[in-house]
């Protein structure tokens, strides 16, 4: 039985044949159904795993196109909305094999590691809740350019124009995004990046008739001007305004990924609440020298979010937020900051494609028939992790707005080890039932909901008692 969401998702897919358009919406709801599983126990049989692979064998195929009509669906989505939060992010997909490497497969950070990249913009509500993939891109690197000398490396780098280096796809991010801003004038886009996406080129694109917002969190100490006519980098011309308010955030903790990591941004910390102070500023930022082409002086805003009393031994927190958002009130300002701490949300996203969906341990020989999975599981983790925020962001909604009746159902009676009710509950109760199947511990007087973990456990044990309940359950017993 196909998942009712799948077909609405995949009704525009156009891969050239009705028949691989169909296997499409079978796969996607088979996926769904059992995210951590392998594809044949994902599939339920040999005849089904075969013609899974088949279809990701089939030359027609392509990863663009299995996400094509996802891509569409989130444009409906976003049309619904008054603001969207349009988060870039890339994200190393490793496919290394200890015996056989995946043919195709590209050097990652050495020749020894083995995989491709994957640049996603997710759309976003301002509360965090995701709307679905509105552009994507994958790439592998060439083993050549790993043997060329740092130095080499370096100079070849800087002679390249922007539209020959793999930092252009956070431009053609935003010109998607701008795309939309333009077909859908009624809703605000915000094009949101992190330190990675401080390009100058970005900052220089035309604005256009029916602009789209960016917010990129600065890396750079580029050259300045403060709107009194002072120079200096960015962060000296902002210290100079006031402060407008401070506020506690939530600091995520991390670990340094290797231990010869020097870098400030990846040396490991502790998860903590942080008090940080806010001031804005309006500069205009000065353009580099570059070989090809003159670039022009851009004005921009600045948010600097800086942290008053950071722990001992601990890096304070700062962030030094460009944008072209208003920053006339406090209201104004406290909204860029929200804003910005949404983009976490893409990384929690690509934990879910990674630990929950497990994408990057299938086993394919090809590196063409591993992206165009790929593409399938990034729908699969969008759809796990839009249910688990939307248990935050809508709570009292009729659960049947996302669930089947033979879904919280029989998760109620597996629960309460009872008939369950006539009216069916509230989404947030339905969570965190869903979220007990999984390992969450549903305390009486626990507020903070379910986790995507516990969650896309917990709807893969839901999606199997479903089957039951139709197959010989109560459901069964209803069927004409």
């Not at 569409?72 to 988060?87: H, M, N």
């Not at 750079?220 to 305004?241: K, L, P, Y």
């Not at 290797?258 to 998860?271: A, G, K």
Request: aromatic share 8%; hydrophobic share 35%.
């Amino acid at each position: 039985m196909l998942a009712p969401w799948t077909t609405e998702e995949m009704k525009t897919a156009q891969l050239r044949d009705k028949r691989l358009n169909e296997r499409l919406t079978q796969i996607l709801s088979a996926f769904a159904e059992r995210p951590t599983a392998s594809i044949p126990a994902a599939c339920g049989g040999k005849q089904e795993t075969d013609a899974a692979y088949l279809f990701f064998d089939n030359p027609k195929v392509t990863f663009e196109k299995v996400l094509q009509p996802h891509c569409d669906a989130t444009r409906q989505r976003i049309a619904e909305q008054g603001v969207v939060l349009f988060v870039q992010d890339t994200t190393e997909i490793d496919l290394t094999r200890p015996a056989q490497q995946v043919a195709g497969a590209g050097p990652m950070d050495s020749v020894s590691r083995r995989g491709a990249y994957l640049h996603l913009m997710e759309a976003f509500t301002p509360d965090g809740t995701p709307l679905g993939a509105v552009w994507a891109e994958t790439w592998t690197r060439d083993d050549e350019y790993f043997s060329k000398p740092q130095k080499e490396k370096r100079r070849r780098r800087k002679a390249l124009p922007i539209e020959e280096k793999e930092s252009f796809r956070w431009l053609e991010g935003l010109r998607h995004a701008r795309e939309v801003a333009q077909e859908l004038p009624q809703v605000q886009c915000i094009c949101v990046g992190d330190s990675e996406a401080d390009i100058y080129h970005l900052f220089a694109e035309p604005r256009g008739e029916q602009p789209v917002h960016w917010l990129i969190r600065a890396c750079q100490e580029r050259n300045a001007e403060n709107a009194d006519g002072s120079h200096g980098v960015i962060r000296e011309c902002v210290m100079t305004s006031p402060v407008l308010f401070t506020k506690e955030i939530s600091v995520r903790g991390r670990h340094a990924k290797t231990s010869c990591e020097t870098r400030t941004r990846r040396q490991p910390r502790e998860s903590r609440t942080a008090e940080v102070e806010v001031r804005a500023a309006r500069v205009t930022l000065q353009p580099p020298a570059e070989s090809d082409r003159r670039l022009p002086p851009v004005l921009v805003n600045v948010v600097l979010v800086r942290e008053l009393n950071p722990p001992e031994g601990e890096d304070p927190i700062e962030w030094i937020l460009l944008t072209t958002l208003p920053i006339d009130t406090i209201e104004d300002v406290q909204k860029i900051v929200q804003y910005y701490y949404v983009r976490w949300m893409i990384e929690v996203l690509f934990r879910t494609l990674k630990s929950g969906c497990r994408v990057e341990e299938r086993r394919f020989e090809h590196i063409d028939r591993m992206l165009p999975c790929l593409a399938v599981y990034l729908i699969v983790a969008w759809r796990t992790l839009m249910v688990c925020r939307l248990g935050r962001s809508c709570p009292d909604i009729d659960c049947e707005a996302v669930f089947e009746p033979s879904e919280w159902k029989s998760v109620w009676m597996v629960i309460h080890r009872k008939a369950p009710p006539r009216r069916s509950p509230k989404l947030h109760d339905m969570l965190r039932l869903i979220g007990q199947l999984g390992g969450y511990v549903n305390r009486p007087n626990r507020t903070d909901p379910p986790g995507p973990q516990t969650t896309w456990l917990g709807m893969q044990r839901m999606r199997d008692l479903a089957w039951a309940w139709d197959t010989f359950g109560p459901g069964a017993e209803t069927k004409p």
